[in-house]
C-alpha cells in the first residue's frame, strides 16, 4: 500500500476561505492523499478567564477574539468539502472536543485523527472511535500508558487505526526527532505506525519513510512569515512538492528486500564476468550464466 501523506492545513488558512483553498490546491498538485483541518468548540477547550485574557490578533485584543477568527463554521466547511471533492482529495480534521466530534460526523469523512493534545481525553477517544472510521493517533507528549490506554479504547471499539509518531515542539529541533520510536510502536502494538512532524525542512521525514511508516503528516503554508503559531513549523508549496515527489522515489526504491540477483543485472553481470566461467540460479530456478564452466 502507498503511503498516505496528509498535507495538514490546520488553522494556517487564519480564518480564510480563500486561504484555505489555495492550500488545499498546494496539497492536490503535490500529490498529497488528504488535507486536514482542526476544529475546536472555543468555550469547551478554553476557559472563560484565558478566553478574557489580552491577546493582539488580526482579530481583536482578546484571546477569544484570535480563536474564534481562526475557527470556520459550517459554511465554510461546507464549501470545503465540495471544494475537495471537486478537487479529487480527501478531508479530515481533528477535533479537540466532542462537540465538534459531532459537528464534523455531518461531512462523512473517511478518517479522523486524534490530536496528539487529545490523547489523553479518554470520552472523545470513545466518540471518536464509535464512528469505526480509520483514524490517525498521534503520540506527541504521551507517556506509553496514554498510548496503551488509546489504543485499548480503539481496539476495544474495532475501529481501525495507525499511530503516528509525533514530538510535539514548533519547530522541532532535529536531534529532538527520535524516530527510533517509529520501530518501537510498530514492535509493541503490532500496527501500522506513521510520522507526524514539525521540523524545519525536509530530511528527518525522508529518514521516517525510509523506515516504514505508513502514513506522513506535514504542516503546509502559503509562507512562513504569515501570522500563526504553526507557520514557522510548516512548508511553503515549493518544499511540499518536493517533498511528496522525493517521498514517492523512496517508497519505489525501497523494495520488497529480495537479496538475489536482479533480472536488469543478469544482462550486466554476462558482460563483466564473461571472462569468468560464471553461473548464478535465481531463486525460481533460472539460470544465468556467462561461458560454461569447465
Known amino acids: 500500500m502507498s503511503l498516505f501523506v496528509i498535507a495538514e492545513i490546520g488553522i494556517n488558512h487564519n480564518g480564510d476561505l480563500s486561504i484555505a483553498k489555495q492550500l488545499i490546491d498546494v496539497a492536490v498538485e503535490a500529490g ?32 477569544r477574539a484570535q480563536k474564534e477568527g481562526l475557527e470556520f463554521g459550517v459554511e465554510q466547511y461546507s464549501e470545503i468539502d465540495r471544494y475537495c471533492k471537486e478537487k479529487g482529495i480527501e478531508w479530515f480534521a481533528s477535533a479537540w472536543d466532542i462537540d465538534s466530534q459531532r459537528f464534523l460526523r455531518q461531512f462523512n469523512c473517511n478518517y479522523n485523527k486524534i490530536a496528539s493534545a487529545m490523547i489523553v481525553d479518554e470520552a472523545l477517544l470513545r466518540e471518536v472511535a464509535s464512528e469505526g472510521r480509520h483514524t490517525f493517533i498521534s503520540t506527541g507528549m504521551s507517556t506509553t500508558a496514554d498510548i496503551d490506554r488509546a489504543v485499548e479504547i480503539f481496539r476495544k471499539a474495532g475501529c481501525p487505526f495507525e499511530l503516528m509518531h509525533c514530538v510535539s515542539t514548533y519547530p522541532m529541533e532535529d536531534e529532538d526527532a527520535n524516530l527510533r520510536r517509529i520501530v518501537s510502536l510498530r514492535e509493541r502494538y503490532g500496527c501500522g505506525v506513521g510520522y507526524s512532524g514539525h521540523e524545519v525542512g525536509l530530511a528527518v521525514s525522508y529518514a521516517a519513510v525510509a523506515l516504514g511508516i505508513t502514513s506522513l503528516e506535514r504542516h503546509i503554508t502559503l509562507s512562513r512569515a504569515m501570522y500563526g503559531s504553526d507557520q514557522s513549523a510548516s512548508i511553503e508549496p515549493a518544499g511540499f512538492r518536493q517533498l511528496v515527489g522525493a517521498v514517492r522515489k523512496i517508497e519505489k526504491a525501497m523494495g520488497a528486500g529480495e537479496i538475489d540477483i536482479q533480472p536488469k543485472e543478469v544482462p550486466i553481470a554476462k558482460k563483466l564476468r564473461a571472462h569468468l566461467n560464471w553461473e548464478s540460479s535465481s531463486l525460481d530456478g533460472t539460470v544465468y550464466s556467462g561461458r560454461a564452466k569447465g
Do not use: C, H, M
Open 32 to 63: 498529497a492523499n488528504a488535507v486536514k483541518f482542526q476544529k475546536r468548540t472555543i468555550d469547551r477547550v478554553y476557559t472563560q478567564e484565558f478566553l478574557d485574557s489580552p491577546r493582539e490578533s488580526p482579530w481583536g485584543s482578546t484571546q
